[in-house]
T-cell receptor, first 116, second 111 residues
Framework: GAVVSQHPSRVICKSGTSVKIECRSL??????MFWYRQFPKQSLMLMAT?????????EQGVEKDKFLINHASLTLSTLTVTSAHPEDSSFYIC????????????FGEGSRLTVL | EDQVTQSPEALRLQEGESSSLNCSYT??????LFWYRQDPGKGPEFLFT?????EEKEKERLKATLTKKESFLHITAPKPEDSATYLC????????????WGLGTSLAVNP
């Protein structure tokens, strides 16, 4: 199956710093990537839809200035958590769809962010 | 409001003990129901897509079925390596780029 690589898998940072997470589709071109956040015992929460060459579409309640998303190429999207605080600690997962629609998504392995 | 409810929340089986997981959904016009498997600390892995009532899909020990109100994931003679959280999602009726997710069923298969 298609492979989506996400890096780093774990990151620990101090409060106030920024953290960048990369998501790459390795064997197909992804015009659309999706960024999710997952809390323990809660369902996946879509944060934003990232479109190659254009601005990301953020879900209601997600601060776009806090979570900067860049989709500069058909194989790379990045999520930057700016001025991170402990409440931003979570599991962040990216996914990509060969069709551009949500459905049969290929997910990265996730990034566990811990903000001290 | 579109909604996905999965049951049970957790299930513990003995190796070889078959069972079923349930995914109930309410959506105005189903445009796809999706099953995923998620291992601890990993991203979900796609399993099946179902589009219409009566449709069935199989993969190894797993079989997914669909009715007008719910989907079942049948696990036949499970093995310990089938232990994972199984997630169900439906495509949002108003947005093709969004899935509505259930909370998942955490399955543990004891040897």
């Amino acid at each position: 199956g298609a492979v989506v690589s996400q890096h780093p898998s774990r990151v620990i940072c101090k409060s106030g710093t920024s953290v960048k997470i990369e998501c790459r589709s390795l064997d197909f071109q992804a015009t659309t990537m999706f960024w999710y956040r997952q809390f323990p015992k809660q369902s996946l929460m879509l944060m934003a839809t990232s479109n190659e060459g254009s601005k990301a579409t953020y879900e209601q309640g997600v601060e776009k200035d806090k979570f900067l998303i860049n989709h500069a190429s058909l194989t790379l999207s990045t999520l930057t958590v700016t001025s991170a605080h402990p409440e931003d600690s979570s599991f962040y997962i990216c996914s990509a769809s060969p069709t551009g629609f949500a459905g049969e998504l290929f997910f990265g392995e996730g990034s566990r962010l811990t903000v001290l | 409001e579109d909604q996905v409810t999965q049951s049970p929340e957790a299930l513990r089986l003995q190796e070889g003990e078959s069972s079923s997981l349930n995914c109930s959904y309410t959506v105005s016009g189903l445009r796809g129901l999706f099953w995923y498997r998620q291992d601890p600390g990993k991203g979900p892995e796609f399993l099946f897509t179902l589009y219409s009532a009566g449709e069935e899909k199989e993969k190894e020990r797993l079989k997914a079925t669909l009715t007008k109100k719910e989907s079942f994931l049948h696990i036949t003679a499970p093995k310990p390596e089938d232990s994972a959280t199984y997630l169900c999602a439906v495509r949002d009726a108003g947005n093709n780029r969004k899935l509505i997710w259930g909370l998942g069923t955490s399955l543990a298969v004891n040897p």
